[in-house]
């Protein structure tokens, strides 16, 4: 059965500081990988989608990585700003039926 | 970009009763799917809803408790029948990205909040 875990479970940091959010596997055979942020009554935001055969997508400040064969993604922030308190969610898509297999998320608080 | 929208964004309801949610998607899309996301858990996969066709269930959930409708490619609904306190959760649908000309990406409501008392 496939299982996505996700560390930590809550970070707290000052603004400004460069951070990286885990999120790990049980299988290497997966389809892609997407990383949702979700805030506080507004449901999910798409922010990056790895698919299988590449290593990793970037866009503005946010960079994900993949790396399958450690069973193991990456969403690295740069210069984190108090917008960025949400919690980061990854979910992974085992193949082509759309399911998603979330962890269990990240909890991220930047402070002014 | 596509938005998809849901109603009621939150409800309180007493044991026993029915709530039907409904989704709306303004862009025409295969599939939707049906989230559920317990106090303090991730989202768990109720069902996936094709136009045309029967919803398909995840293992833990039965076409009784949570019946499915896909009446057009743009709408679904959800609704939680016969309702205890365990199913208080905040309940979201999804649908591929068409619009984006990526369907590998799913978007979501921004859910349903739903108490049973």
């Known amino acids: 059965k496939q299982e996505v875990t996700q560390i930590p479970a809550a970070l707290s940091v000052p603004e400004g500081e460069n951070l990286v959010l885990n999120c790990s596997f049980t299988d290497s055979a997966i389809y892609n990988l997407q990383w949702f942020r979700q805030d506080p009554g507004k449901g999910l935001t798409s922010l990056l989608l790895?698919?299988?055969?590449?290593r990793e997508q970037t866009s503005g400040r946010l960079n994900a990585s993949l790396d399958k064969s450690s069973g193991r993604s990456t969403l690295y922030i740069a210069a984190s700003q108090p917008g960025d308190s949400a919690t980061y969610l990854c979910a992974m898509q085992a193949d082509s039926s759309y399911k998603l297999i979330f962890g269990s998320g990240t909890r991220l608080l930047v402070r002014p | 970009s596509a938005v998809i929208s849901q109603k009621p964004s939150r409800d309180i309801c007493q044991r026993g009763t029915s709530l039907t949610i409904q989704c709306q998607v303004d862009s025409q899309v295969t599939m939707m799917f049906w989230y559920r996301q317990q106090p303090g858990q991730s989202l768990t996969l109720i069902a996936t809803?094709?136009?045309?066709?029967?919803?398909?269930?995840e293992s833990g959930f039965v076409i009784d408790k949570f019946p499915i409708s896909r009446p057009n490619l743009t709408f679904s609904t959800l609704t939680v029948s016969n309702m205890s306190p365990e199913d208080s959760s905040i309940y979201l649908c999804?649908?591929?990205?068409?619009?984006?000309?990526?369907?590998?990406?799913?978007?979501f409501g921004p859910g349903t909040r739903l108490t049973v008392l």
């Open positions: 809803a094709n136009q045309g066709s029967e919803a398909t269930y």
């Open positions: 790895i698919q299988s055969s590449q």
């Open positions: 999804s649908a591929e990205g068409v619009w984006t000309g990526n369907t590998d990406t799913q978007y």
